[in-house]
């Protein structure tokens, strides 16, 4: 195969790495936003995130100079993926994107739940039922952990409202 003829590793860095200071780019000016600095009873809530987010920004701009440098040595041949393997990465992205929707139809619990069961039967070859237990078993201690003892609302949906929560 030749390398034109599949994406190529390089692009990939580059694409990743520009996506990663991206979202630096965000928590740095988020953070600037709420309070980067340490205030006299501590520190503001920008504080941290600020410099994990210049970290961040820091570790990508690396990696796009270094694939920068590493340009004209490279010989191009270097594939991201072959066609099968872009087949089983879009067998895990699929459902992975459906879970991200389904969240807002359904809600994260129930979502998480259906998630994680299914993978569980699909990948691991578990029983259905033991699927299924484990599911309903983090998805609750999930729901305890946010919604009772940290008392931080994630998104629900109609099974929660039907409950009361």
Known sequence: MKANSHLQMRWMELLVAACFMGVSLLVITDSIRVGKAWGADGPEPGYFPFY?????????????LQTLRGWKQDDGEGSFAQKHEFRLMLLMLIPSAAFTVSIYVVGIYLASLIFIAAFMVWQGKYSYLKSIAVGT????ALFALFEIWFTLPLPKGWIETWLGF
């Open 52 to 64: 994990i987010g210049c970290l961040l920004f820091g570790g990508a701009a690396w990696v796009i």
């Open 137 to 140: 078993g983090i998805s609750t």
